[in-house]
């Protein structure tokens, strides 16, 4: 199960990099994405990267988030930079065989003060 960590409290402008690991297994090669869901909102896709590399913004975050993978840490990556308050949310990563089945992971809170 994939687990999201790095969040944390940061003021507007500022910058977090959050990151998803799984230890059971290989992230090289997977379809992974970044979802984030704000208080009284439905989760979102924020950005993902295809098994085959290719990435994927929402235009919410486009130019300010990049995704990217360490196939040497295991780790998935979500740099997050001017950041505002309505990224406020908890960030989680998932793969898509787990969206569909509706297991998530625990995910990590990240709070934009203004």
């Known amino acids: 199960q994939l687990q999201a960590s790095g969040g944390g409290l940061v003021q507007a402008g500022g910058s977090l990099r959050l990151s998803c690991a799984d230890s059971?297994?290989?992230?090289?090669?997977?379809?992974i994405g970044w979802y984030r869901q704000a208080p009284g909102k439905q989760r979102e896709l924020v950005a993902d990267?295809?098994?085959?590399?290719?990435?994927h913004y929402a235009d919410s975050v486009k130019g300010r988030f990049t995704i990217s993978m360490d196939n040497a840490k295991n780790t998935v990556y979500l740099q997050m930079s001017g950041l505002r308050p309505e990224d406020t949310a908890v960030y989680y990563c998932?793969?898509?065989?787990?969206?569909?089945?509706?297991?998530w992971g625990q995910g990590t809170q990240v709070t934009v003060s203004s």
């Open positions: 990267i295809s098994s085959g590399g290719t990435i």
């Open positions: 998932n793969s898509p065989r787990f969206v569909r089945l509706g297991v």
């Open positions: 059971g297994s290989t992230l090289s090669g997977k379809a």
